[in-house]
């Protein structure tokens, strides 16, 4: 098999990646929608980019799959400059909308894009059946995808991005306009490739995706890296101690409380657990508008 690495064992690796698009006619003013981006992502893991809308989220996927062209700095892919079109074919992408056929069914969709794959006929025909299974559209497979509702061209959507068996896969938005039912199959199949060995790059602008799935994260704004680690390490406070207990009385957690003041420490908080990488996300966003 081939390398699917650098020697650093990087999938993903850019180097000052810095993107400005034209102005329109109108307008001599260029649009900076990313500047300086240093980023890797590592064999086997799940990387969530999460920044509000037009923080230069998709135009850094376009610029890892070498659909554009960087202002300045680079990016290598599977350790290849993304100009390299060999290593396309080992790429997965899932495009923020999605742009599939409407007059052909789940099977025939899936058939053309393996056979933009040069994949053989019974391989095409096994790979098919076996991801219309995974993605749970198999019992529609036979009806046209203009039939089909957004949840469901989503999933297509990733059964057209994992037909040539991708070593990395790169997700635009992949839970938008689904349900909360829908998002947490979609996370679930996301989770599943990760366990099959790919690396996932996926970009989201839901904070609720990236916590759940990622192992890493980087929060984009204005097209500027603000923090990158994983989730764990961004959220956790270090200075502060959470004690998870169950079934305390009121007397004996006024008793905590008492002990912990008689030691000099400061009840913070007594309460439910609730989610906190929003809180990290919207004081980053503010703090980088200043
Ligand atoms: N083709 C383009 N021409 C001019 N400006 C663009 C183009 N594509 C994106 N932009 C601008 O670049 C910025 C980043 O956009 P984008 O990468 O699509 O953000 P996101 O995916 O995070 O919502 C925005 O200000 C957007 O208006
Ligand atoms: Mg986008």
Redesign the pocket.
């Known amino acids: 098999m081939a390398s699917n690495t650098n020697n650093n064992g990087c999938v993903i690796e850019t180097r000052g990646l810095t993107k400005s698009?034209?102005?329109?006619f109108w307008t001599k003013q260029k649009?900076s929608?990313?500047n300086n981006l240093d980023l890797t992502v590592k064999k086997g893991e799940i990387f969530g980019l999460l920044?509000?809308?037009?923080?230069?989220?998709?135009?850094?996927?376009?610029l890892l799959l070498g659909l554009i062209f960087p202002t300045s700095g680079s990016v290598k892919i599977l350790g290849k400059p993304s100009s390299d079109v060999k290593s396309k074919s080992r790429i997965g992408f899932l495009p923020?909308e999605t742009y599939l056929y409407k007059f052909l069914n789940s099977y025939e969709t899936l058939d053309f894009y393996g056979q933009l794959f040069n994949l053989p006929k019974t391989l095409r025909k096994e790979r098919t059946d076996e991801l219309l299974k995974l993605v749970g559209i198999a019992s529609e497979g036979k009806r046209p995808l203009k039939q089909y509702s957004k949840g469901m061209l989503r999933r297509i959507g990733l059964a057209q991005a994992l037909i040539n068996d991708p070593e990395l896969l790169i997700l635009?938005e992949p839970t938008s306009g689904l349900d909360p039912m829908g998002a947490r199959d979609m996370k679930d199949l996301i989770l599943d490739m990760k366990n099959r060995g790919k690396t996932v790059f996926m970009?989201s602008?839901l904070l609720a995706d990236v916590q759940d799935i990622c192992d890493r994260v980087a929060i984009?704004n204005k097209?500027t890296l603000q923090v990158i680690g994983t989730v764990q390490e961004l959220i956790s406070k270090n200075d502060t101690v959470e004690i998870l207990a169950r079934n305390l009385s009121k007397d004996a957690l006024s008793e905590i409380e008492r002990f912990i003041r008689d030691k000099k420490g400061e009840v913070v908080s007594v309460g439910n657990p609730t989610t906190t990488l929003e809180e990290l996300f919207i004081k980053v966003v503010k703090a980088s508008a200043k």
Do not use: W
């Open positions: 698009y034209k102005g329109f649009v929608a990313l920044g509000p809308n037009g923080s230069g989220k998709t135009t850094t996927v376009k923020e635009d970009c602008h984009l097209g």
